[in-house]
């Protein structure tokens, strides 16, 4: 590619801009520009799945257990990491949870964000070809400000442009507790969704919405009945889905195990994860990797 002064360039996979050949990361949005080189050896584009949830929903420990259940074939997947920096997340996550201790919050800077490029197939299928998934772990506080002043963070606006599809994390054990953030921020991030996705505001967007209700340990009801738990604890949430996306599901996942408490260097009183004990976790990635296949046939 070149730019039009003819200068050779690499474009960002993420928002499109131009950089010089020698970039490590993009002068846009912040994102690597090792991505562009994985994709390129491909000689395709990579399914983007977006993971959007607030702040301390637990974003980052999800999808550290998500990509180590598939690099673990769980569920009959095979999974191949495009570049060592893919593998960083998963080792972040599960090497923290096996010390008793959480991860540390995602930075707001992009640049400090960590990506995961793989190469996916379900391998009990036989009629399974590969595609390649972008999994990028961000900051919930840039998210909150990217829906609160759009475009605020080029490689948020950029992914979710890009996505054949997203999850959306919301933290179960909050609704159940009849709080309603939780329906009010998730009302307010599909209302964000919705207008990057839509093509025509007259149709509804087929683009598809997996909705994982984390900490669900704390209640079990929503491994009951993730959609009925939906309806009655994230009603705004649950209309705006109805009235705009086609594709939408709900699910309910936990990752830990049991909690202790204890106290920090600063005496504060701090969440200690005993042991890990993932629930729930693989089942939306593999509908929406299958619906993000209808949709595209």
């Known amino acids: 590619m070149y730019d039009e002064h003819g200068y050779r360039c690499n474009v960002c ?3 499109d801009h131009k950089n010089a050949p020698s970039a490590v990361i993009c002068s846009q949005c912040g994102a690597p520009m090792a991505l562009i080189e994985d994709a390129r050896e491909q000689n395709r584009k990579p399914a983007i799945i977006t993971l959007l949830g607030e702040a301390n929903v637990g974003k980052t420990v ?3 257990f998500l990509l180590d259940l598939l690099s673990k074939r769980a569920g009959g997947f095979e999974a191949i990491p495009k570049g060592a920096y893919s593998v960083n997340l998963q080792q972040s996550v599960i090497g923290c949870l096996n010390g008793r201790r959480f991860p540390p919050k995602t930075p707001l800077e992009v640049e400090h964000w960590k990506w995961a490029y793989y190469q996916v ?3 009990l299928k036989k009629s399974d070809e590969w595609f390649d998934v972008l999994l990028p772990d961000m900051a919930g506080e840039a998210l909150s400000q990217e ?8 490689a948020i606006s950029g992914l979710l442009a890009k996505s054949a599809g997203a999850m959306v994390l919301i933290d179960a054990s909050i609704a159940a507790s009849g709080s309603p953030y939780p329906d009010y921020f998730a009302y307010k991030l599909i ?8 093509v025509h505001r007259k149709e509804r967007v087929r683009n598809p919405i997996a909705v994982v209700l984390c900490k669900a340990d704390t209640c079990p009801e929503c491994f009951d009945n993730p959609r009925e738990f939906a ?4 009603v705004r949430l649950w209309n705006l889905c109805d009235s705009r996306f086609e594709n939408v599901e709900f699910f309910a996942a936990s990752v830990v195990g049991s909690l202790g408490y204890a106290h920090d260097e600063d005496g504060n009183v701090v969440q200690v994860p005993l042991h890990a004990a993932p629930r729930g976790v693989l089942e939306p990635f593999e509908w929406i990797s299958e ?3 209808a949709v595209q046939l």
């Open 13 to 15: 996979l993420i928002c």
């Open 291 to 293: 619906r993000m296949k």
């Open 191 to 198: 209302s964000y969704v919705d207008q990057r996705f839509a």
């Open 121 to 123: 197939r379900h391998r």
């Open 62 to 64: 999800y999808l550290g």
């Open 231 to 234: 309806e009655t604890n994230l």
């Open 147 to 154: 829906v609160e002043s759009p475009k605020s963070y080029a």
